[in-house]
């Protein structure tokens, strides 16, 4: 995996994490917070580690207090893809 899409990360959040029956991750979720969809921060957490591994980019725990959406999430692993 070279970058990050939504599609992918919805992959991993399923993959490391599951869903619960009430979660449904197949509609638009770029905007909705990782709270909403039923992620606490521990299950964020294990998503952006996986994110790390699979793509190679450092996503500081600094970052992660804004990072509150999927989408949100995509956008930063872009920018540091870009700059490295």
Known sequence: MDELTLD???EIMRHCVGTGE???LDGDIRDTAFTD?????LAVLEVV???QGRLG?????????DIETPGALVEYVASQKAGA
């Open 22 to 24: 009430s979660v449904n």
């Open 8 to 10: 992918g990360l919805r």
């Open 57 to 65: 980019v450092s996503i500081p725990d600094e970052a992660l207090n």
């Open 49 to 51: 580690t996986q994110v």
């Open 37 to 41: 969809l039923g992620y606490d921060s």
